[in-house]
């Protein structure tokens, strides 16, 4: 097989295994601790995803098994090419069943995605692309071994790529993570707000309270008035029969 081919490959591996890595993290850590989960504009499905029960295995986050994926076929590459001559048939053995498995995990979460939850997660569909890609270049790999100068290129070219995933994805996973204030709102909102939640006054049964209040303090008044007569009449009664008394007595 023409080895710049065989180079083209690895190095895709190699770039979906970062994108696969970086996507699978963020994953984790919006799962572990509950953050904002970012989707984009295409879909709408993350939160959907997230809170399914298909969102861990064995009480183990799903995201984690994407992690350790990308890790193992990153090691495995980095390992063919520091050290091609070291039983090459066995570092492309390993390299192909990891993305088998990759690959069929990620066919049966978007089998669950499409079907049961009926929604998509974004982060999980680049994941699912990234372990495609992985899974194709893998069976078009080949156990060729890297020659010493071709070896010394590519791990140069894999420490590159190393240190601008760290930069460019160490920038935008803070990036996504960082906390989303509240659009403000504008005072003609706020006005209406508070107009809509102001006690509505009832003037008829304001009325009718004030009716009724003076319906009663003329009703005592009038019942305290027997009571006054009654009182003058029995003081004048006492009086005339003192002095009737005091008339007889002479």
């Known amino acids: ?3 710049k081919k ?3 490959f690895r190095r ?4 979906a295994s970062l994108v696969g890595f970086f996507a699978s993290s963020y994953l ?3 799962y572990t601790t509950g953050a904002d989960l970012k989707c984009g504009s295409l879909v709408h499905g993350c939160d959907a995803v997230r809170l399914s029960e298909w969102a861990s295995m064995f009480g183990i986050p799903t995201p984690i098994f994407g992690v350790i994926f990308y890790l193992s076929v990153l090691i495995i590459l980095i390992a063919r090419t520091y ?3 070291y039983k090459p048939g066995l570092a492309r053995l390993g390299q192909l069943v990891f993305g088998i498995a990759g690959f069929a995990e990620s066919a049966f979460l978007f089998y669950i995605q499409a079907f049961i939850i009926k929604q998509f997660c974004s982060w999980c569909l680049v994941s699912a692309i990234a372990a495609t890609v992985i899974f194709i270049f893998s069976i078009l790999d080949s156990k060729y071994a890297l020659e010493k100068s ?4 590519e791990l140069k070219f894999i420490g590159m790529s190393l240190v601008a995933f760290f930069v460019a994805g160490g920038l935008t996973f803070i990036w996504l993570i960082r906390p989303v204030e509240a659009p403000p709102i504008s005072p003609e909102f706020i006005q209406g707000q508070i107009e809509s939640f102001k006690p509505q006054v009832d003037t ?3 009325t009718t309270q004030d009716e009724n209040l ?3 303090e003329t009703t005592t008044t009038k019942s305290t008035e027997p009571s006054q007569s009654y009182a003058s009449t029995t003081i004048e009664e006492m009086i005339f029969t003192a002095t009737s008394s005091e008339k007889i007595s002479n």
């Not at 895709?12 to 770039?15: A, P």
């Not at 071709?150 to 290129?153: A, F, L, M, T, Y």
């Open 204 to 206: 008829t049964s304001t």
């Open 83 to 85: 050290a091609p001559e």
């Open 28 to 30: 984790l850590y919006t």
């Open 6 to 8: 065989i180079i083209r």
């Open 12 to 15: 895709g591996i190699l770039l």
């Open 150 to 153: 071709e070896s010394i290129k």
């Open 214 to 216: 003076f319906h009663k």
């Open 1 to 3: 097989m023409n080895t």
